[in-house]
């Protein structure tokens, strides 16, 4: 039942924020200006000759600072929205007793980062270079309780990049395959096997009940030893 709500959550959600932006774009002509889209097709059409040449993004369109801190706000605003689905999904399946509130947190702020920095060097290799080595210089400490989570992350930092170079529309197809397809794989318990660890289930309590028989069989050898 609560997949199936989360299933329902998602999708009105998705369906409102499309036609919230349709309806603004079919009310204000202009506003299309400024929506970061249109960057998949860049992409998509191959490589230039100069390997060194910087991405066109959509900021590229706007003239004077005005304009130009609308289509960050507009980015940035579009990076949450498509990563607030994605921390329902990691609320909803992830174990209670593995559940990281600080990773929830994280991958709510880690698009905005990303989609700042990527608009600061995404026209200058040496900012790029700068800031390869600023970041080599901050050692972060913060390891992840599984593979699984570290996939979050990863969508976190795809999406902050998609937003910064006027490509929402390929966050918008991450977030949407992400969710749904992590939301398939616990409702069927894909690759679950019975006692073994699982990233959204719980071990079976016959399993712990095993392994604490085994323990209470060790404890006299022990002693005894």
């Known amino acids: 039942m609560r997949a199936y709500h989360l299933f329902i959550r998602l999708t009105v959600y998705y369906v409102a924020i499309s036609a919230t932006v349709y309806t603004a774009v079919t009310l204000y002509p202009s506003l299309q200006e400024f ?15 100069d390997p060194f040449e910087s991405v066109e993004i959509g900021a590229t369109r706007v003239t004077n600072l005005g304009d130009s801190l609308i289509w960050l706000v507009i980015a940035v605003t579009g990076a949450i929205l498509t990563i607030i689905p994605v921390s329902w999904v990691y609320m909803a399946i992830r174990r209670r007793d593995e559940y990281d509130q600080s990773l929830v ?8 980062a990303v989609t700042s920095i990527v608009i600061i060097v995404h026209n200058s290799l040496a900012l790029a270079f700068s800031l390869a080595g600023i970041v080599g210089g901050v050692r972060f400490r913060n390891t992840l309780k599984s593979s699984g989570d570290a996939l979050y992350i990863l969508l976190a930092i795809g999406i902050g990049l998609s937003a910064g170079i006027g490509a929402m529309e390929i966050a918008v197809v991450m977030s949407m395959a992400f969710n749904y397809v992590f ?19 719980k071990i079976s309590k016959s399993h712990h009940d095993n ?15």
């Not at 209470?216 to 022990?222: M, T």
């Open 35 to 49: 929506l970061p889209i249109g960057g998949a097709e860049t992409l998509l059409s191959g490589p230039g000759d």
């Open 105 to 112: 947190e994280t991958i709510m702020i880690l698009p905005i």
């Open 183 to 201: 939301l398939i794989l616990w409702v069927n318990d894909y690759g679950g096997r019975k006692g073994a660890h699982r990233y959204m289930r």
């Open 211 to 225: 392994n604490d028989q085994i323990e209470e069989q060790k404890q006299p050898e022990a002693g005894e030893a």
